[in-house]
């Protein structure tokens, strides 16, 4: 009896060792000993761990997918993270801001399932550092405005190239690019020109790469419905081209997008596709402007102001050596009506039911409510009119 145990913690003990100890040891052992050590070295594998699923789902197990987020200290990026951490996966997070800028992040995964690294986005090996272990790869690099360092070209077109291209040649097989829907080569925005280009620059890259094409994106930290909300402090007055009157918008959730990468990541038929994600009602911009102020119970007083005299103003703006609090490449952005794509699966192909402007909106505009309307019922207000064109 007493044989046998020692026998079998000897094989504990050689099993345990490295693969490169066992040929030293090899000549002394006996053959059951022996036996258990060429087991183990067969199953050696190179998988990374976090790439092996385990668990019954959830923030403590494994759901097999190892993600590099690039861009997740934007809007979009802590809700992905979010989505990606509740289900148990390992988040790698290539950053280039300070590290106490992405402690938020921190607590969106299990203990050691987010890892932060420095990143140089115009260092190739830098990005292949950060896609090492990582089965899927997802770009939400994105800036509404333009640096001296960094231009929309480099943003949206140069960045997503090189990381398509170091995710091809890591032999990823899940890479999602994020785009936007009124991207087009004719626009009179050049952030949306950049993102047709980007989005062509993407696919020749990686052809099964899956783009999302998200509409204007509304959520507490966004920079839409609290960018109208706060217009108010210039003069309580809305500047609007063509008082909004010729502008249709089709605003999405961000938490409803962040569900729809998950659902593309975790979707083995969603390579190579192109998704158009949108909230299910239009309206035109003066209606739901007009909406934001109800919801806020703020006076709405709108005025029309020529597109140049616009752009004048959205200069001035644009020279604050901080984040400008519009620019004139925004005004075009936000004055384009959303384009329709009914060939292009949406957030319903993936599972999705998408929440309206009505259910979402006293989250984002209760703070900018006067606190005798703070616990207003949202019943007294009555609900953007929609169209459908």
Known sequence: MRSAVVGKMATVAL???????LPKISSSCSPAVLSAACVTKVQQRKLHHAVVPKGKGGRSSSSGIAATVFGATGFLGRYVVNRLGRIGSQVVIPHRCDQYDVMYLRPMGDLGQIIF???????????KRALDNSNVVINLVGREWETSNYLFDDV??????????????AGITKFVHMSHLNADIRSQSKYLRNKAVGEAAVRDEF???IIMKPSE???REDRFFNYYANMRWFGNATPLISMGKKTVKQPVHVVDVAKAIISAVRDPDANGKTYALVGPNRYLLH???????AVAHRPFVPYPLPRPLYHLAAKFFAMSPFEPWTTA???????????KYPGLPGLEDLGITPSTVEQKAIEILRRHRRFRYLEADLDETRPAKTVNY
């Open 329 to 339: 490449d925004k005004v075009e952005r936000f004055h384009a009506t959303d384009m």
């Open 287 to 293: 209606d739901l402007v007009e909406y934001i102020y």
């Open 117 to 127: 690294m420095d990143w140089d986005a115009r260092n190739k090996d830098s990005i």
């Open 156 to 169: 949206f077109v140069t960045i997503p190239q090189q990381i398509a291209k170091a995710a091809r040649e």
């Open 217 to 219: 994106m509304f959520g």
């Open 15 to 21: 099993v345990s060792r490295p693969a490169s100890v």
């Open 207 to 209: 052809p099964d790469a």
